[in-house]
């Protein structure tokens, strides 16, 4: 049912051609460039995650598609209707706040009938309406607690609850995840993919982790230093990062100057052994790190660059080896992606 | 209210160093000295009716209390009292609703905020009677008599205002403003927003800026004896009464009106408490 | 999915109109939020200030003031030796009071904010010394009266015990017992803003300085004077105000043993001469202001206080 209600909020056409679109968006604070003329389109329906290191203008993004911040130069667009120019209220997102931004002096249930309350509906009618979506997130039985009473987790899904009671078309998360402890992390993970899969709407999540990323994102949107270097599912991101930079960002490859140009190889493509066959390089063992079902082996080559082999265990164990021994690192051709530098 | 309470010293637990011992009795006697003279006052308040302004106390009486209301030189005490309470009310209410206003907009900075700001500072280390001079003088030379809601109220919230502004910029400094934006996300117009999210709250410390306001009008005199018209408030009725009539009434004066202070700050504390508590109750 | 790594040509706008805005400027909501303050600044403090300056320069005589532009008020007040006497006088008094109150001051509000560990005892003695001044000033300091004279409980309790077999007479109506006065009026103008930037210094600093090895008063020289300087010159410039601008305590604390720069002042417009009255106005106000201007280079108000 809240499926429809949302579907129907679609404002222009019943099919936009995308759910957002940025055309050119550039922010300045200043003298600072903190977002450089980016355009990115979202499909309708998608999870699409902002990623990238602190201060690529992956934040200032979010607020500047919330309607929190002022657009330098450029369009936002949100299903073919031009909201540059409109009020954060009138554009069709909601926006999670970082830290929640649970009005403490109002009560759960009050929280959530905020916007109807702003809206002029009666009381009887909007607490009604956020009992309801108070029961979606799971927090029914909080209704009458303060948000100070909660726990993080908990007055995230109120927070959750109160942005949804508006009917997004677009709902915007600043770093969700961030202030949880890895097993709640974990678990709402699964509750946001969940609830964004069932509602039919985008969610734009931003995040510096590139597991989370990974995990939650239909289109992952790498950014650095105020510009996109990279969008694309996580398995093409993963699999042919366009350049150094994205290889090492998104963990997991090896970054190598190889005759032939720069390479990205994946860690976990990599093997200790002798350079016979295939690519390689050799050098001294710095780190052996037990990870559980893995080994992760750190090499440095005689140039001083670093490289590391994740190794399941069975295989790590059958021929182990020890910091300080010369070893090589060895890989197979057809793992070998080049990239730019950069 | 302010953080602190972390000692650097030896970690919680552990004994005190000497120093606090030394500056535990320091501020022991800085009470002492505070309070020492009031003590004075309110015990020879009920000196015996033959009694002078000083000690031995010649007997214990309410007689000095009853003089505060019987017809005479002290008639005008209790009128002038109520004079006091009613300006002291409008000066805090004031304070308290303009010292909001422009808090809120300094968080930006905005062509003459550093002017204004200034301005606010030279206001509040001005000499007071040079202020009341300045109104008083300005008053006569167009022709207005000065009164107590017009001169007085001018002339006090020239003293009250810096206070209360400089102290709301630390209530709004560590207010988060993505409540703002939140209410803005959820379709609040910039109204409803101060009405519903930002003054609730920041209420508490308003609460405390009207009180301190209300204080520092009920005790001022340098600024309003010059622009009080003919019609006194306390402190200014109490200073004409000094050279003219020193007796004990006097400090039946200054212990009745303590007292009642006392009660209205206490009454208005209990009733915020009494309003927290509903709250936190109602949330169980 | 769509996946773009090239910057797609941008719309032009006309085909998409953007839905007009409906907001004012941000500096025009802060100037429409500050207009109060502002009026009341302007029309009730600077305005008279500048008119009691426009007036020292008038002429006057037993009947009445008269416009002019002549500097005879100002020579009369700076060649006669009475004004250096009362300015000399009162710059004592703000020293000493001033170097007494930053004493307690400091010690009360470090005590208070990093000996006491309840918030809630902390709370109750600020109160404690707050509450003093819900009774009225001139009440506070007459009530000193019945304390310090010849027959005052200080005496008797002296006598008493049997430190002295006479009554000490310096005690009141003299400038001891204005400087008793004042510090028992004015310490707490040190205590807050001490108080205030004492409890903004992160605990964290401290115990980074015990660790390098710092005893604590070197921690206090290095560490806590420094970063409450703010405090302290909020607190020095509000005492030294005060005490300059002060015309009751003197009056009825020193018995005539002492002047005031202001009592002065109000006796002139007592006698409504307004022209001598402003030109002493307006020498004091520049001397408080060199003075304020002096502290405040010590710390930069603004961005303490409006952060």
Known sequence: MINRNLQMAGRVSAQPRFDVELVAVTKRYGQTLAVDGISLRIAPASYCCLLGPSGCGKTSTLRMIAGHEHITDGDVLIRDRNVTDLPSAKRGTAMMFQSYALFPHLNCLDNVAFSLKMRGIGKAARHDRARGFLRLVEME???????????????????????????????LLDEPLSALDPFLRGRMREELKRLQRELGITFIHVTHSQDEAMALADLMVVMHEGRIRQSGTPREIFEQPASAFIARFIGGHNVLSTPHGLAAIRADRCRIGQA??????SGRIVAVEYQGPVVRVALQTPAGEQASAIVPDSLFFSAPVRPGEAAALVWSEQDVHYVQAG | MMIGGQSYQAGAGQGRPWTFYALAILFGAYLLFLYGPMLVMYVLSFQGPNGGVTFPMVGVSLAWFADIVKPG?????????????????????????????????????F?????????????????????????????????LKPSLFTSALGAQLTWTLPFGVFAMFAVVNRFNRSYEEAADDLGASPWQRFIHVTLPILLPGIIGVAMGAFTLSYDEYARTTLVIGDRNTLPLEIYALISSATSPTLFAIGTATTA????????????????????????Q | MTILTRPAAPLPRLLLPALPRRRLKPWLVSWLQVSPLAFILIVLFALPTFLFAVVSFFDYDRTGIYPAFILDNYRDLLTTPATIRVYVSSLTFAVIVWAITLFLGFNIAHFLIFHVRSAAVRTVFFLLCAIPFWTSGIIRTIAWIPFLGRNGAFNQIVMGAG???????????????????????????MVGPIANSLAKIDPALLEAARDAGASRSRVMVEVIIPLSKTGIALGSILVFTQVMGDFFVVKAMSGGQAAS???????????????????????????????????????DVRKELVK
């Open chain 1, 141 to 171: 039985d909080f209704a009458d607690r303060l948000p100070a009473q909660l726990s993080g987790g908990q007055q995230q899904r109120v927070a959750l609850a109160r942005s949804l009671i508006t009917e997004p078309q677009v709902l």
């Open chain 1, 276 to 281: 016979e066959n295939g690519a390689g390089c």
């Open chain 2, 73 to 109: 030189q002290m008639a005008n005490i209790p009128v002038s009292f109520a004079r006091s309470i009613a300006l002291a009310s409008a000066v805090s209410l004031l304070t308290a609703a303009i010292s909001i206003a422009a808090a809120l907009a300094f968080r930006r900075r």
């Open chain 2, 111 to 143: 062509p003459g905020s550093g002017l204004l700001f200034y301005l606010a500072v030279a206001s509040l280390v001005m000499p007071s009677l040079l202020v009341g001079f300045g109104i008083g003088l300005g008053f006569k030379m167009l022709g």
């Open chain 2, 260 to 283: 009642v202070s006392f009660l209205i700050i206490a009454a208005t504390l209990w009733r915020i408490f009494h309003i927290q508590r509903r709250r936190a109750a109602a949330a």
């Open chain 3, 163 to 189: 430190l002295t077999s006479q009554p000490l007479d310096f005690l009141l109506f003299s400038r001891f017992a204005v400087v008793i006065t004042y510090i028992n009026l004015f310490t707490l103008l």
């Open chain 3, 261 to 299: 720069i202001v009592s002065a002042l109000a006796t002139e417009i007592q006698a409504m001469q307004y022209p001598p009255a402003s030109a002493s106005a307006v020498v004091l106000v520049c001397f408080v202001g060199i003075l304020v201007a002096g502290m405040m280079r010590v710390v």
